[in-house]
């Protein structure tokens, strides 16, 4: 009986350790993806500081005054240049949010995996402990109860016998399943 209910246990345990590895690579490829996805917000957060400084040099650029060497119809295409260029670096920062929005929603979906997976984490190794102390305490009822069967034994003698018994039960059943833990 002891050692049917250990092998029982044994092989739960054995499932929720599947279960565990399985888990912890679920776990392992969210938080890679959650740094390839830091990674690429910090590298937009980069390109649109980037772009948003030298949208600022080329307004201070636009600006009305003289260019350094007064040439009209050179000002003219320089003006129309940094003006073209202006609006593109505008439209790039649009882009930019766009995907900087994306990544912020990817973040915030990954850690929900994230959360998910630890919840689901937690629950096997509730359900272990518990399956764990009721057979436990059933097979040490189980226990007791055929120990006190024996009507000539005196109650010192009795107590000791289960005493030895639980003791024996419980080294080898802690032994075996460490070793095959």
């Known amino acids: 009986m002891i050692n049917e209910a250990k092998n029982k246990i044994i092989d739960q345990m054995s499932r929720i350790t599947n279960e565990h590895a399985r888990l912890t690579r679920a776990r392992d490829d969210i938080l890679r993806k959650h740094k390839e996805v830091q990674a690429c917000e910090d590298l937009l957060t980069a390109e649109r500081t980037y772009t948003f400084e030298e949208t600022e040099r080329l307004a201070e650029l636009l600006e009305p005054g003289p260019l350094p060497q ?82 000539g034994q005196s109650t010192v003698q009795t107590a000791r016998t289960v005493s030895a018994v639980l003791d024996s039960a419980t080294t080898s059943f802690f032994a075996d399943s460490t070793s095959v833990a």
């Open 70 to 151: 007064p040439d009209f119809e050179r000002d003219f295409h320089i003006r129309a240049a940094l003006m073209k260029c202006a609006v593109e670096y505008r439209q790039l920062d649009r882009r930019i949010l766009a995907e900087l929005e994306m990544t912020r929603s990817a973040t915030s979906e990954v850690l929900d995996e994230l959360r998910a997976l630890d919840k689901e984490w937690d629950e096997p190794y509730g359900n272990l402990m518990r399956d764990v102390m009721e057979r436990s305490t059933s097979v040490i009822v189980d226990l007791i109860n055929r120990l006190q069967e024996p009507m």
